[in-house]
Nanobody, 125 residues
């Protein structure tokens, strides 16, 4: 089973960009579907983006579509979330998660097997 560690969060002004990284330990990283989720204060955890094991299939929440790009480098055991044109409503703790098995689409957090500890993203207006 992999272990996940996120990084790259921080404070940014509205309109700015951030790239989040999620580094995985373990030799089976490439077999996992990877997702990014976020939880804003007072709100439930929500799906942001997901990517299949090969990187060939990606899926985005409507709230970030067109502003964010998820990618992965299986040689580095890392998945990324590039976020552009950030808005104050993007402020949240961002988590990466891994789901075993052949998957091209997974937005339900309950189906994920492993979670990182999260990284805070704060967007000021």
């Amino acid at each position: 089973q992999v272990q996940l560690v996120e990084s790259g969060g921080g404070l940014v002004q509205a309109g700015g960009s951030l790239r989040l990284s999620c580094a995985a330990s373990g030799r089976t990283f490439s077999s996992y579907y990877m997702g990014w989720f976020r939880r804003a204060p007072g709100k439930e955890r929500e799906f942001v983006a997901g990517i299949s094991w090969s990187g060939g299939a990606t899926y985005y929440a409507d709230s970030v579509k067109g502003r964010s790009t998820i990618s992965r480098d299986n040689t580095k055991n890392t998945v990324y979330l590039q976020m552009n044109s950030l808005k104050p409503e993007d402020t949240a703790v961002y988590y990466c998660a891994a789901k075993s098995g052949s998957t091209v689409y997974a937005t339900n957090p309950r189906v994920y097997d492993v979670w990182g500890q999260g990284t805070q993203v704060t967007v000021s207006s």
